[in-house]
């Protein structure tokens, strides 16, 4: 089983902003694989979806804890499905990539990511694959603010081919693992073209 957890913030307020990318590439997982990640799950903290994918069972989730929280609702899915940690993946923003681009990673920092830090903090560990979706980058001042706005219309034509590029990236992963998946997907420019 592979879980996937795609950070944001829940409610209609954040629907849309820049800080939900992980939710978006989760919603489109679901759409892919036909998977309805609706259910709310009390345990978790989260919306939950589950289903086959690429070969084996795949588990989508969307913490509900808003973002600052979200190792809860990721660390209790993983202990109650005992999932090996390389079957985890956490899907989120990034200020520090260009809008679109893709940076896949197994282990390291939360590089300032409040919700990735909690994540790393439940489970113990830094070992966890992370896919990071560039969001622009903006003064650290105004990061509050930037995080919780919308896309500009240019922008949001390049998400839509940035979330296709991460939910192929998802995919690759469940297919070969974060090694390999690695050597493909941070080398792709935001619309999956090289560069």
């Known amino acids: 089983m592979k879980l996937i957890a795609g950070l944001g913030n829940p409610g209609p307020r954040y629907a ?3 800080h939900n990318i992980g ?9 892919r694989w036909s998977v309805d990640v609706s259910r709310h799950e009390r345990r978790f903290d989260a ?23 979200s190792g809860r609702s990721v660390a209790a899915a ?26 896949l990673r197994g282990a390291g920092s939360a590089g300032g990511h409040k919700g990735l830090s909690d994540v790393i903090r439940h489970l113990g560990t830094d070992e966890v694959s992370r896919l990071r979706i560039g969001i622009g980058k903006v003064d650290r001042s105004a990061t509050v ?12 034509e390049i998400m839509a081919q940035g979330i296709q590029a991460a939910a192929d990236a998802v995919e690759l992963w469940m297919r070969v693992g974060v090694e390999n998946a690695m050597n493909e997907v941070n080398r792709r420019g935001p619309s999956g073209s090289e560069g």
């Open 145 to 156: 603010e930037y995080v919780l706005s919308a896309f500009t219309p240019e922008e949001r």
């Open 23 to 31: 939710y978006q590439v989760v919603d489109e997982l679901a759409r």
């Open 16 to 18: 849309g902003s820049r």
């Open 47 to 69: 919306l939950l979806g589950d289903g086959p994918i690429a070969g084996t069972r795949g588990l989508l989730l969307k913490p509900t804890t808003f973002m600052n929280l």
């Open 78 to 103: 993983w202990r109650y499905y005992k999932i090996g940690l390389p079957d985890v993946l956490v899907v989120h923003d990034d200020l520090d990539l260009p809008v679109g681009k893709l940076r």
